[in-house]
């Protein structure tokens, strides 16, 4: 995602129940679409609408994998630890608490410095 997505791409995106259900499982236990329209019963055009919509808005990511019979898939995951919205003023605000490795860490602070 280049752009933060804002508080209400956010609040709609786990407003929606198909969402939060990929959400929760693939936080439970990482899978493929396929893997979670079985897990889920849910059709993978459903399951693949809410991943992109997931992914956009940074509350999950994928890796790619390459399965026994030498096709590609993408695995699924949560990418953070958890979420606060909270209500002040009228406003709300939504934080989401990531758990970043060590690699990415200096990676992002490598690439804050400009060094090339």
């Given amino acids: 995602m280049d752009e933060e997505s804002s508080i209400e791409e956010i609040l709609d995106t786990i407003g929606d129940e198909h969402a939060r259900t990929v959400l929760a499982s693939i ?12 897990r889920l ?7 693949y609408r809410r991943l992109d919509l997931l992914e956009k808005n940074d509350l999950i990511k994928h890796q790619t994998l390459v399965a026994d019979d030498g096709n590609h898939y993408k695995e699924f995951r949560c990418n953070f630890n958890s979420t606060v919205i909270s209500l002040e003023d009228d406003e709300y605000d939504v934080r ?16 804050d410095l400009g060094v090339k």
């Fill in 27 to 38: 936080s439970r236990k990482p899978g493929s679409a396929k893997e979670l329209a079985t």
């Fill in 41 to 47: 019963d849910l059709s993978q055009p459903t399951i």
């Fill in 96 to 111: 989401i608490y990531r758990e970043e490795n060590l690699p990415d860490r200096f990676s992002s602070l490598w690439d």
